[in-house]
């Protein structure tokens, strides 16, 4: 299903039957070429948002661009790769301003205690084949977890998956409706309102806030640069310290030392 800017003004507002159940969206990027094994590994990430909370998240993003371009023309989207490659409006930009937009946009997503973080990063040595279809199915289940936690607390929350616009579109929505009947390889989802919608991310900031988590991700894991997954690491989904929502897809896990497999090693020791 493809959404438009015609569907809904607001980023986030879609006009689904409420029947008194409340939404939560998980907005993802990718960052990597799941095809490319020079990039080393394929990532999948974003943020999940309470539907009431959507607004907040865009003002945030929008006073990044206001404070930084009061007199410059300003950038329709923010996307971390082009900012910090100088690449398509931010070869006009100067360095010392391209590196503090990036600086407040991680801080505005570090700050912002609504949003959740998801990722998944497939190392293309250990799982060559099928990369994004794994990192999918990842991401469902723990998105999908998250959302039955906050179920057992007594709140009936529903799940919609809003992605950037791309090839994958219906590859990945086959998925999800196999993923809602036959199951995923640890059971079915049962939380999911909707297949994937799709839609560019220049109309909403959520869509640039996911492409900076996996641009984050891709820089730690793939350059060995974590200087922007540092400032946004606790905001991925976690309870009594255990990450539930970042996983690193590695043949020898047991010997990597990311936090994310350092939690997976905790939670799956007696």
């Given amino acids: 299903m493809r959404l438009t800017r015609g569907v809904c003004p607001l980023p986030g507002c879609l006009f689904l ?7 939560y969206f998980l907005y993802l990027d990718e960052s990597g070429d799941p095809k490319n094994r020079t990039d080393k590994v394929f990532v999948l990430a974003g943020v999940a948002l309470f539907e009431r909370q959507t607004h907040w998240a865009t003002r945030d993003l929008d006073a990044v661009v206001s404070t930084n371009f009061i007199t410059h023309p300003r950038p329709k989207e923010l996307h971390a790769e082009e900012i910090r490659s100088a690449r398509g ?10 590196r503090q937009v990036m600086a407040d946009t991680y801080n505005a997503i570090a700050t912002n205690h609504h949003l959740t973080a ?22 469902c289940i723990r998105f999908d977890a998250f959302l039955r936690r906050i179920r057992r607390q ?12 791309s090839r994958y579109e219906p590859d990945l929505q086959a998925l999800l409706t196999q993923f809602r009947t036959s199951g995923t390889s640890v059971g079915p989802v049962h939380t999911f309102s909707e297949v994937p919608l799709f839609t560019d991310s220049a109309s909403t900031r959520l869509l640039q806030i996911a492409d900076f988590i996996a641009y984050a991700l891709f820089r730690a894991f793939a350059r060995g640069d974590e200087t922007y997954l540092n ?5 991925f989904d976690e309870t009594q310290g255990t990450v539930h929502g970042l996983v690193h897809l590695v043949r020898q896990y047991d010997e990597c030392p990311c936090f994310a497999c350092q939690s997976r090693r905790h939670e799956s020791s007696p």
Avoid at 89 to 98: I, N, T
Avoid at 154 to 165: A, P, S
Avoid at 231 to 235: D, K, M
Wanted: hydrophobic share 45%.
């Fill in 17 to 23: 039957p409420r029947w008194g159940v409340l939404m």
């Fill in 89 to 98: 409006f931010w070869r006009r930009v100067a360095p010392e301003l391209r």
């Fill in 118 to 139: 998801f990722g998944a990063v497939v190392d293309l040595d250990s799982y060559p084949d099928q990369p994004l279809e794994l990192a999918f199915e990842q991401l």
């Fill in 154 to 165: 007594g709140v009936r929350q529903n799940g919609i998956l809003i992605m950037d616009e």
């Fill in 231 to 235: 400032q946004v690491r606790h905001r």
